[in-house]
C-alpha cells in the first residue's frame, strides 16, 4: 500500500542526504516535495499542512542546519514526526484483570469487519488467550454463517443464536456463555450499515451499554482513502470508540486512511489487516510502520514473525550446515516454505533495511508468488540424492525433473544456476563477509533471477 508513498519519501531524503551542507531553500525544496508525496497519496491536507510544517520547524531549529551530518538529522526528523503522526507508541488493548475481557467491533458494511473479529481472535489466541467470537449482526444476511466459517478457520468457538433475537440479547447470552467456559476474551461481531443512521447506532449504544465492553474498536476499509477517514470522523462525533482496525492494507490503495485517521480523530491505529490468511493481522505500531516507509526496514517485526515460525533446534542446524558450507536444495526447500508462512514475500523482504530498493533493482518490485509455487515443484520433482548434490543435475536428470513439474528444462537450469550463487552468498556469510544489497540484487541478476512482475 506505501509503495509509492514510500519511493517519493526516500527519493527526497536521498537528495537531503547527500547534500553536505543544507540551507533553508534546501529544506523548503524537501518539505514541498513530501508536501506534494503525502498529498498523492490521499493524505487529509490539513494534516498534510500540520506535518510538513512540524518537520520545517524543527529542521530550522536546533541547530540541524549546522551540524555535522544535516541530511541525516533531517531524515530522524520525517522518521519521528510520521511516528508521531501515526499514533506514536501504539496501544494496547485494556485487558480485564480477571474474568472475561469483552471487545466490541463496530463498522460499516463491507469494511471487512465480520472476518476481522476472526481474525484478532487468531492473534490473540496466538498470545495465549481463549478467545471466543459472538454472532450479533441480525441485519445482513448471511453474516452469522460467515462467522461461523471464519471462526472455524481460527480455531475459536463462535456463540450464535441465529438472526431472530435482538443483538443486546445475544451479546448478554454469549457473554454469561464465555464467562461459564472460562473463555478470558469474548468478540462481539455487531451490525454494520452502507452509511452511519439513527438505527445502527442506536444498536451500538445498546449493545454497548448491556455489555460495557472494555474496548470498542471501529473497523474501517483502508482501501476507501479519506472515505475511511470521514466514517471515523462521523463514528467519533457520535460515539466514543477506543482505537482502529484497518482493513486491507495489503492493496493497492495509496495510505492515506492509516496517515490521517489517528491525527483527524485522536484514536488511535491499534491492528492492520495485511493479508487475505486468518493469520494476517497484526498489531499496528507506528514506529516501525514510519522504518518501513522511509526504506529502514523493520527488523524487530521481522524477527517476531520468525520466531513466530521457526523451530530452534531447526535454526541451530541449519546455522551449522551454513557455517560447514553444506547448505543443500533440501534446507532451502524447508526454509522457502518457512519464510512463506511469515507472509507475502513482498512484505517480508520490505522489513529488510534498504532491500526495498535493492529488489527493485532485480526485474522489477513485487515477486511473484506463483514462481515460488513452481520453485517447489521442480525440487520435489528432484530425488534426495539430486537435492543433496545438485552439482549432479546433468541433461537426462533436468529433463526428467522438468516433466515432473510440468515446467521447462530452462527453469530447471535456472533454478541450479541460482542456488550455486547462492550458495557462493552463504559462503560469504559463513567467512564473516557480509554481502550488501547491492550486491545480493546483482548476484540475482547474473543468475537469471527469479521472475517479477512490475
Request: hydrophobic content about 40%.
Amino acid at each position: 500500500m506505501f509503495d509509492q508513498l514510500s519511493d517519493r519519501l526516500q527519493s527526497t531524503l536521498s537528495e537531503v542526504r547527500s547534500r553536505g551542507k543544507l540551507s533553508e531553500a534546501d529544506v523548503d525544496r524537501a518539505m514541498r516535495e513530501i508536501r506534494l508525496a503525502l498529498l498523492e497519496a490521499d493524505v487529509n491536507f490539513k494534516v498534510v499542512k500540520s506535518f510538513t510544517a512540524d518537520v520545517k520547524e524543527r529542521c530550522l531549529g536546533a541547530g540541524v542546519l549546522d551540524s555535522l551530518d544535516p541530511g541525516q538529522q533531517v531524515v530522524k526528523i520525517v522518521n519521528e514526526e510520521l511516528a508521531k503522526l501515526m499514533g506514536g507508541a501504539g496501544r494496547d488493548l485494556a485487558f480485564a484483570s480477571s474474568g472475561t475481557t469483552t471487545i466490541l467491533m463496530a463498522g460499516l458494511q463491507g469494511s471487512g469487519k465480520t472476518t476481522a473479529c476472526a481474525k484478532l481472535a487468531k492473534h490473540l489466541a496466538k498470545d495465549g488467550h481463549t478467545p471466543a467470537l459472538a454472532a450479533c449482526d441480525t441485519q445482513r444476511p448471511a453474516a452469522v454463517e460467515q462467522l461461523v466459517t471464519v471462526g472455524k478457520r481460527a480455531g475459536v468457538p463462535v456463540y450464535q443464536k441465529g438472526t431472530d433475537p435482538d443483538p443486546v440479547e445475544i451479546a448478554e447470552w454469549a457473554l454469561n456463555r464465555a464467562r461459564a467456559e472460562q473463555r478470558d476474551v469474548l468478540i462481539i461481531d455487531t451490525a454494520g450499515r452502507l452509511h452511519i443512521d439513527e438505527e445502527l447506532m442506536d444498536e451500538l449504544a445498546r449493545v454497548k451499554k448491556t455489555i460495557k465492553p472494555h474496548d470498542v474498536l471501529l473497523v474501517l476499509d483502508s482501501m476507501t482513502g479519506q472515505d475511511a477517514v470521514n466514517v471515523a470522523d462521523e463514528f467519533a462525533e457520535r460515539t466514543d470508540f477506543d482505537g482502529v482496525v484497518l482493513t486491507k492494507l495489503d492493496g493497492d490503495a495509496r495510505g492515506g486512511a492509516a496517515l490521517s485517521v489517528r491525527a483527524v480523530t485522536g484514536k488511535p491505529v491499534m491492528y492492520a489487516s495485511t493479508g487475505e490468511r486468518i493469520e494476517e493481522l497484526e498489531r499496528f505500531q507506528p514506529e516501525r510502520m514510519a522504518s518501513r516507509i522511509l526504506g529502514m526496514g523493520d527488523v524487530l517485526s521481522l524477527i517476531e514473525k520468525a520466531e513466530e515460525v521457526s523451530d530452534r533446534d531447526q535454526a541451530e542446524e541449519l546455522e551449522r550446515k551454513i557455517r560447514k558450507q553444506q547448505f543443500t536444495l533440501e534446507d532451502f526447500l524447508q526454509q522457502m516454505r518457512q519464510v512463506r508462512r511469515m507472509g507475502p514475500l513482498s512484505n517480508v523482504l520490505g522489513m529488510l533495511p534498504g532491500m526495498g530498493g535493492a529488489m527493485k533493482q532485480i526485474r522489477g518490485a513485487n515477486m511473484d508468488e506463483r514462481e515460488l509455487d513452481r520453485l517447489e515443484a521442480i525440487i520435489l520433482s528432484m530425488t534426495p540424492q539430486e537435492r543433496n548434490h545438485p552439482g549432479i543435475i546433468k541433461g537426462s536428470r533436468r529433463k526428467r525433473i522438468a516433466r515432473g513439474a510440468g515446467t521447462t528444462v530452462q527453469a530447471v537450469n535456472q533454478l541450479v544456476k541460482q542456488f550455486g550463487q547462492m550458495q557462493k552468498l552463504m559462503k560469504q556469510l559463513a567467512e564473516g563477509r557480509m554481502p550488501s544489497p547491492e550486491q545480493i540484487a546483482r548476484s540475482a541478476s547474473r543468475s537469471g533471477g527469479p521472475r517479477f512482475t512490475r
